[in-house]
DNA sequence: CATGAATGAGCGTTCATTCAT
DNA sequence: AATGAATGAACGCTCATTCAT
């Protein structure tokens, strides 16, 4: 169920044709952005902590900022789309027999993918504050879950009568909210030691309240 | 009812006995830590923006984190007991007709507050993550929560059956995750323009949703 | 025989018309420059060692350097004097039976009197390196030193064959140097704890060597 | 007799890995600080006269005191040793005369030694009054004076009777104040024009002085 | 590709000095 | 006489970025 749960930069890096070091370099600026803060880190810590000289950072890259987009990119690019609209791989393929269903796959899933990819999350969470850019392109993937499968089978669900008929940015809206509730408080705290079993009690509570609060009465 | 909403950074500011000078100093430095964050702005940047040298800076803020501090500080002390616990003046000299009405005071009250003081809230959310003194901090507070008049009030609502017989904390969770679902998006893209209006409709719909998520079946 | 031995700053001082403020502020002066060093030493430094406002600094004295001169000044013309030269109100007025006699009293007197005055000693070794203005004021003293009672007196000793036939400067060089040796560590690792019985030992080790080294053979 | 005196800094410059550019600021620095001392000579001074960028400076040192140390290590390493205590090299290969042809050779050669090396022992003596750690680093080398072959030396010459029986530190301070009497005086005036015929003739003086006071009547 | 010395603008901070009160 | 807030030049130092090798 949870075979595709990875981690989307480990990931993206494979895939690309950096060198070693290139990949060093921002496996180490993936560490030390998050751990530390874009600003907080020197360009001279990435080059330490990747084992390689102060120059060869920017034989990849333009500049830091392009280190820090080179992060980002992939991560908006797919993690975002994953964790709340494009259901296609997934949920499109997948029967659910209710709500239930729905809500305890897709919040286990997208808990465990979140804190996979923590630190760039944490990156995510710092640099939003400061880029304009970032706020546009959430807001954009925010602006196509109309249309997506995650619509669908919501509208499915409150065609059914299983879903209380309010709109669907603000059915999002609450179990987004409620997914962040167990979810955030590791991110900032950066907490590594998260069980499954943790996944799954925060699942259950999260799609008991949500249950609680979308089923029509 | 929300006469006592108030920006808490102007109601500090006047208690100190800081000169005028100093004043626009820390109203400078909230403005821009706020907008650009605390590491890009500069102390020259925040000089400038006061109309004020440079050494006036450091007159009486040891350095660039102590203006922080002086901007945190109160946030800290009275911003977050208000929000989450310290209902002694208001909610406690309050009779509450019943959950509905409750939620709606506290939600609506604690919005206005929000968006009151965002340029705190904002520098707050940003800091959190590369302080680890803000988030003990934070968890102290919380730690308080248990005991305050906000805890006795939910109780009094499970023994009348009016609220689900969930642990405290995750009562509260569901509360402030809902809480802010409607404020983060405002916090984050630094909008001005939210109406009373506006909080009143949000209002009405957290409600909404917590009562259906937190009323026994 | 030492009755006259003092510490020449605090003498000075009692002669200024300065407010206690003022007293304060060159003490506190006195003590940092010779401790830190003059440009270690902040005017906030020293404001806050004498109780003072910062301003209050600036009130007697035209600027830090002022202070150093203030400091510096009656030394140079009292203390280098006394010193080296100026034997008129003891040595003129006293016999010395021989040469060992003469060594004897003044190396003893010289001694104790450059241990009461160490901070201005220190001072004074710091700053000779960089004010040529004070390197100039010492050549013009040591210049005058051919026709002072010193000088008489150690040209009779060479009349009564006491006393080798060279050269006035260079006798003067040779029983100055040695008893810098004694003083000089002194001086320099800032020790407070030498006794008069060590002040004792070391003029009976200066005058032996010095008897050696300065008596016809 | 002198071949091997040498400007200690020229030496260890070349003996170091740094580039031509790094070179410079050290050079640079030795001009300054000797001139200027310290404290007063700014990394912007020193970039400027070595003809480098002032991020320059710190490529190589870690900041203005690692520039201070890489002129004072050497010096207190080799120079001090050399000056006070090593005299394996030279001393110890070579046969004296008499006490007199030994105090002859090293005044001369200590002597031309310290002219070579005014601007360190500039300096040093400005530092050696705000350093604790200066001060101890000498204590060490001269703790370590009993054993060397100058100690030796010494007490040979106390064994055939041309050398009084004094402890071996106070004839070593006589020796070392004599020296200091004609070279202090060129190190303070930063005199440059000292000839080698003076040296001698110093040489002579100082030998003259210290053979009568150090020979047993 | 990789290096690392070199750059220089800009940073946070200090500090001697001034001046209105 | 005394204050202390205000000043702004200068300081030591960092850092993203460049480029010759």
Do not use: C
Not at 19 to 25: I, N, R, T
Not at 58 to 64: A, C, I, L, P, V
Not at 153 to 179: A, K
């Amino acid at each position: 169920m949870t075979k595709n749960i990875q981690n989307i930069f480990a990931a993206s890096l494979q895939q690309t044709n950096l060198s070693p070091k290139q990949q060093a370099v921002l496996q180490s600026s993936l560490d030390l952005f998050s751990t530390q803060g874009f600003n907080a880190t020197s360009t001279k810590d990435i080059a330490q902590e990747a084992g390689v000289a102060e120059g060869t950072v920017y034989q990849q890259f333009k500049n830091k900022n392009g280190i820090l987009q080179a992060i980002l990119d992939p991560f908006i690019q797919s993690v975002l789309p994953q964790v709340v609209q494009d259901f296609t791989t997934e949920v499109g393929t997948r029967q659910f027999d209710d709500l239930e269903d729905f809500l305890t796959y897709i919040i286990k899933n997208r808990m465990l993918f979140a804190l996979e990819n923590k630190a760039q999350i944490r990156i995510f969470a710092q640099e939003i504050f400061r880029s304009d850019e970032l706020v546009n392109q959430v807001k954009n993937q925010l602006g196509t879950l109309k249309t997506g499968s995650l619509a669908h089978q919501l509208q499915e669900f409150q065609r059914q009568g299983q879903l209380v008929q309010w709109p669907l940015p603000r059915l999002l809206q609450f179990v987004f909210s409620t997914f962040m509730s167990f979810i955030l408080p590791v991110i900032i705290t950066n907490r590594d030691d998260v069980s499954e079993t943790q996944v799954e009690q925060w699942t259950t509570e999260a799609v008991t309240f949500l249950l609680h609060g979308l089923t029509p009465q």
